[in-house]
């Protein structure tokens, strides 16, 4: 049977701008047939791989990147002992095709994808030993933890895809969302009067409910280890997910906030409480307190109409939820399973 860690956190942002459209403005979405600000998937999980936590807790990050030659610096750097030529022929041969760029004359690849300086040393050390430099695409190399949770498709090498361990939802207000404009102004110190320049942006705050959803087997087989040694990583980003947000326009919005109520649960399926603020949550002082009751009470009801096998471990710091269906503890390092 498979076996699902769902994360859902409830955390509340004042004034903030973390996550902007193709037009500069605050990405929102209509749920409930109301308007909602909006914390895309791929920003969260940007975040989270750059975060402090998260890579304290892994031996090596990818790094996602199509320029050619900036990769190759940082590999020469990385391994000063080892021939440049081979190290330049092993990146034409791991990667998609390399074309120049004729305005400055570096080399990019054909697309964005996921290096590891430990696996580009790997596939030298393969190569010294007498792989052939165009048989290293048709080898598969155990990915990252990051590689693990979020997929790679390659389509250059159709051995090396990764299917996504973890699927992660747009994060949404629980409730209506205000959104609103700022106007700023540069002032030029040698000016007698004025500004130098005036614009804008939007803004918005509010509860954003997020969620993901871990496929712990898929994650084990992905890193080709067992189930309980993928632990840690689970717990990490159980941690990421009521820590880390993402840096946009926070040196001037400062929304450094943590989650004030932190769920796990162990279930045999995936499982979104998104639908607990379907009607949106009344946008008042208990804004927190009450999306937190219509996470807990939707999380009874569904669990008990569906007859589902699912536990659940929850951090509150409200001291507001109640539920006799839910594990609640002190401390997040005791949100595990």
């Not at 400055?104 to 994808?113: P, Y």
Request: overall charge neutral; hydrophobic content about 40%; glycine content about 4%.
């Amino acid at each position: 049977m498979t076996t699902f860690i769902n994360i859902h956190t409830l955390i509340s942002h004042p004034s903030s701008m973390m996550n902007r459209d193709d037009s500069g403005m605050q990405k929102t979405a209509v749920f409930g047939g109301s308007v909602r600000s909006r914390i895309s998937s791929q920003c969260l999980k940007r975040a989270i791989r750059q975060s402090d936590i998260y890579s304290e807790a892994v031996a090596e990050k990818s790094i996602r990147t199509n320029k050619f030659d900036e990769l190759l610096a940082l590999c020469k750097e990385a391994m000063p002992e080892t021939d440049v030529k081979l190290i330049e022929d092993v990146l034409l041969n791991m990667g998609s095709k390399v074309t120049k760029d004729k305005k400055t004359g570096l080399r990019n690849f054909d697309a964005v994808q996921p290096f590891v300086i430990g696996a580009i040393r790997e596939a030298i050390n393969m190569v010294n030993e007498g792989t052939k430099l165009k048989d290293l695409k048709k080898i598969v190399q155990i990915p990252t933890s990051d590689v693990a949770l979020s997929g790679r498709m390659d389509a250059s090498c159709p051995q090396r895809n990764v299917e996504a361990s973890m699927s992660v939802a747009h994060s949404l207000t629980t409730h209506s969302a205000d959104i609103e404009v700022d106007w700023f102004t540069a002032c030029d110190d040698l000016a007698e009067q004025g500004s130098g320049h005036i614009g804008t942006m939007e803004f918005s705050s509010g509860v954003f409910y997020r969620y993901a959803s871990i496929n712990v087997n898929l994650l084990a087989k992905n890193v080709k280890s067992t189930v309980s040694e993928v632990t840690p990583i689970i717990n990490t980003m159980i941690r990421c997910f009521a820590q880390v947000s993402p840096s946009a326009k926070q040196k001037v919005f400062a929304a450094y906030n943590q989650a004030d109520f932190v769920m796990a649960t162990h279930s045999n399926q995936p499982i979104s409480l998104a639908n607990a603020f379907r009607k949106p949550i009344e946008n008042n002082g208990d804004v927190m307190e009450n999306s937190i009751a219509a996470l807990v009470k939707h999380y009874e009801r569904l669990t008990n109409a569906y007859e589902l096998d699912s536990q659940a471990i929850a951090l509150d710091l409200t001291d507001s939820a109640q539920s006799k269906q839910i594990n609640l503890v002190n401390k997040i390092s005791e949100i595990r399973f």
